[in-house]
C-alpha cells in the first residue's frame, strides 16, 4: 500500500468546499491606528482595570465556569432592561449564536436567508455547517427591497432569516415597516442582529410582543469588550430552550463572566464611552460629507461607509495603511460596495489621523 503524505489525507477528508474556501482574514495591525474592525478604541480607566485585577485574581480557576453564567445573564438583563418575560442565550460572539441557531434548524432542503451586502457570517457559517445559503441584494439606498425579499422567502423556504439592523456594511437602520413586512411574509424564524444597538436610535424588542417568530441578537464586543467574545439571544423562553440545547458546555468561560460583569456594574464608563464614538461619527460624517472627492453615507453604527469618485479604493488603502492607518476595503465585496472603504471611528486623535491619511490619499490620486 502507497503511503499517504498529509496532502492526501486532507484532499481525500475534508470537504472540497471547505478546501476552495480562503480563511477568515484579520489584517496585521501592529504599530498602526486601527479603525478596520468597528472596535470601542478605549481602554478602561486605571481604577477600573484595578477593580478588574481584584475579581479576577479571586476566580476559581481550577473549576469550571457556571455553565449557565447566571451572574451575568441576571446582570445584562439589569443592565439593558430586558423584559423578565424573555430568556437570555449567552454566547462566544455573536458568532458562536450564529452557528447554534443554523445548527438548530438544520436539515434537510433547509435554507438561510439574508440581504445583501450584511455581515459576512451569516453566509460563511451556514456554508461550513453545509446549509444552502441565498441571498438578497439591497436596493441601492441599502434599504431592504421588500417585493424582492418577499419573492425569495416564496422561492426558497428558508427555515431561518438574518436581518442585521443597523447593518453591517452600510450602517443604517432597515425602515420598521419595512422590517415588519419580512416578519409577516415569513414562515420561518427570523433574527433581527442588534450588534450595533449602542450607537443607533432605534432597537426592536418591542416586536418580540408582536412576532413570536422573532428573535434578538446582541453583542458586547462593539461596547469596548470585544476581547471577551460575549454574545447573547433574546427571546420567547421556548425558542431560547432549544437553542441552549445545542450550546458547547461552559462555553463561556469564568474569566469572561467575571470581567464582563465588573464592567456591566460600572456600565456608565462604557456609556460615556459609546457617548463619545457617536459624537466622533457625527464630527468626521460633517468633514466627509463636505469633501467632494467622496461620498460619505450617513451611519447608526460606529463606522461610515464611503466611496471616492475618482480614486481607487484600493489604492486609497494601501497608501493609508503606508501612512499608519488601517481601515477596511469592500470593493470586490459585493456590487453595492464597489470602490468603498469602511471607516471606523477612533479616538479623536486616531480619527484626526485618519483625516489626514485620507485626504493625502485622494490627494495624491486627483
Known sequence: MTRRDAADWVNALVRADVRATAAYH??????????????????????????LGERVATAAL???????ARALSASIRSTFGIDPRWGILLGNGSDEIIQMLIAG???PGCCVLAPAPSFVMFRLISQW????????????????????????????RPRLIFLACPNNPTGNLFDEASLRAVLEAADALVVIDEAYLAFASRDHTALLDEY???????????????????????????????????????????LNQVAAEVAL?????????????????ARLLVRLQADARLHCWQSEANFLLVRPHAASARTVHAGMARRGVLVK????????????LRLTIGAPAENDALLVALDAELAVQS
Open 129 to 156: 455547517l453545509n446549509v444552502r445559503f441565498e441571498e438578497v441584494t439591497l436596493r441601492s439606498d441599502f434599504q431592504l427591497d421588500v417585493p424582492a425579499m418577499r419573492e425569495a422567502i416564496r422561492l426558497h
Open 329 to 340: 476595503c469592500l470593493d470586490g465585496g459585493h456590487p453595492l460596495l464597489a470602490n468603498c
Open 62 to 68: 481550577n473549576r469550571y465556569p457556571d455553565p449557565q
Open 212 to 254: 413570536p417568530n422573532l428573535l434578538i441578537m446582541r453583542t458586547l464586543s462593539k461596547l469596548g469588550l470585544a476581547a471577551l467574545r460575549l454574545g447573547y439571544l433574546i427571546g420567547d423562553p421556548r425558542w431560547i430552550a432549544e437553542f441552549d440545547k445545542i450550546r458547547l458546555p461552559y462555553n463561556i468561560g469564568t
Open 105 to 107: 434548524v438544520s436539515g
Open 265 to 281: 456594574e460600572h456600565f456608565d464608563v462604557l456609556d460615556a464611552q459609546t457617548r463619545l464614538i457617536v459624537s466622533e461619527r
Open 26 to 51: 484579520v489584517a496585521d495591525a501592529r504599530g498602526m491606528v486601527k479603525l478596520d474592525a468597528m472596535e470601542n478604541p478605549f481602554a478602561l480607566p486605571a481604577q477600573l482595570q484595578s477593580l
